[in-house]
């Protein structure tokens, strides 16, 4: 059976395009769930305008975050942790952390699976990934210091 997806659902299409599915799954779930309609004759226009919609709101979301990645390049997120006197930390500095952190001092929230990096244990400065849009990544230096 074929229909037009009107989100976004992994593994199967994005918003607009036109899925031949099984009749079960589409009769079951898709069209139910709000998640497809069932295509007809003239679809084709919709979900080219679909389609076009997506493309607008995809080239939004990259240029809002490249504007973030450009007004966040080279600062420094500043966190404080337990540490020992040799500069172990008694737990870690991870992604939580450093997302916990971008909000705190930047205000930019960004979802802690956007966010790689090893896990910290030792004081000093380190570095994390963050993934704001699929194409645009941002390298954050994160200092760890010892709470007094």
């Known amino acids: 059976m074929k229909v037009l997806l009107r989100t976004d659902i992994e593994g199967l299409g994005r918003t ?11 009769r079951n779930y898709l069209v139910p ?3 497809a309609v069932k295509a007809g004759s003239g679809m084709a226009d919709q979900a080219e305008a679909m389609q076009r919609k997506r493309a607008l ?14 007004r966040l390049e080279g600062l420094v997120l ?3 942790a337990k540490a020992s006197e040799e ?9 939580v952390e450093v997302a916990s952190a971008l909000v705190d001092q930047f205000g930019l929230e960004v979802d ?11 004081l000093g400065t380190h570095s994390f990934i963050v993934q704001l849009h699929p194409e645009v990544d941002l390298q954050v230096s ?3 210091q010892a709470e007094e």
């Open 16 to 26: 607009g395009d036109l899925v031949e599915v099984a009749r079960g799954y589409a």
């Open 33 to 35: 769930q709000g998640l």
């Open 112 to 122: 802690r699976r956007q966010i790689s990096g090893d896990p910290v244990k030792d």
């Open 142 to 144: 994160v200092e760890v």
């Open 78 to 80: 500043q966190v404080t």
């Open 57 to 70: 709101q995809t080239a939004a979301d990259k240029s809002d975050a490249e504007e973030a990645a450009a």
């Open 87 to 95: 500069g172990r930390l008694f737990g870690s500095v991870g992604v």
